[in-house]
């Protein structure tokens, strides 16, 4: 009994030191809101049967959210308002799917929390036509405009394909994962890219429906996103990710979802490693 009791008492401590760090208007309000649009699975997504919210980013949230003493209020904002609710205070921190790039840093602070990358695919009953990436050299390829992917496969196809005497990549800017997906079906695009993390659960929903080719293509962070006007918010969160990290319930969130492999191994802020 009186280890469980020494045990609750370091635990409620913990909790209190992480909260000491948190803004006096989340203190007050007892809550963070957050923008999250819960149309990325396996990161964020609504059960179909109950419309909860389910996902790695859902989990993470709330975990995080309990360590500092708080409540999570999802905010479902489109991707492209996501920033501006920010800047504006509609919303305290986004935290959905967003990668951390060198560009969104000139307005955004990031506590990163998994590696991911830009991954091409096809369909299955092309699998046999794409072996290497390469082999999308010269074909058409459909990938979310809202992404960095779009950017990332042109710069790849500069190296890869034009830079050998290959064609380009023809990169088309769908409206989303989901209408890629849904032209790649049609055969209105040979290929399509998404994230890494996001394949493995897509492709256990629709079976012998896709085909991964070869390994991503990049390797960046996904980081909880934070306006550059509140570095107390950001420290507070990347005190709490250290102290998940060391309980081991940041790596059991991953772990429930099948992403092991996308765990970091530390706290990194902007890309960077704190020690």
């Known amino acids: 009994m009186k280890t469980a009791l020494i045990t609750l008492a370091a635990m409620v401590a913990a909790t209190a030191v992480q909260a000491e760090g948190l803004p006096d ?47 999570v209020e999802w905010a479902d904002i489109g991707f492209e308002q996501m920033i501006s609710s920010l800047e504006t205070g509609r ?78 990549i023809k990169v088309v800017g769908t409206e989303g994962s989901a209408d890629a997906r849904a032209q790649l079906k049609q055969g209105r695009v040979d290929g399509a890219v998404q994230g890494s993390e996001t394949l493995p659960y897509l492709m256990t929903l629709e079976k012998n429906t896709y085909a991964i080719v070869g390994e991503p293509i990049t390797a960046v962070y996904q980081g909880i996103a934070f306006s550059k006007k509140d570095p107390a918010l950001r420290d507070a969160y990347a005190g709490a990710l250290k102290a998940i990290m060391a309980s081991g319930e940041y790596k059991a969130v991953f772990a429930k979802h099948g992403l092991e492999g996308t765990m970091l191994d530390g706290i990194y802020i902007n890309g960077e490693a704190v020690k």
Request: include cysteine; charge should be positive.
């Open 25 to 71: 208007r989340i203190k007050s309000a007892g809550k963070v809101i957050v923008a999250n649009q819960p149309n990325y699975p396996p990161m964020e997504y609504k059960d179909p049967a109950t419309n909860t919210l389910m996902g790695v980013d859902i989990d993470l949230g709330v975990a995080l959210a309990k360590q500092l003493g708080v409540k």
């Open 91 to 168: 919303v305290d921190l986004i935290h959905s799917g967003m990668s951390d790039l060198p560009k969104r840093r000139d307005t955004l602070d990031f506590v990163d929390y998994m590696k991911s990358g830009a991954q091409f695919y096809t369909s299955a009953a092309r699998a046999q036509e794409f072996k290497t990436p390469a082999d999308f050299c010269g074909k058409t390829v459909g990938m979310s405009r809202r992404t960095s992917f779009p950017d990332e496969t042109a710069k790849w196809s500069a190296a890869n394909c034009e830079a050998k005497g290959l064609a380009a």
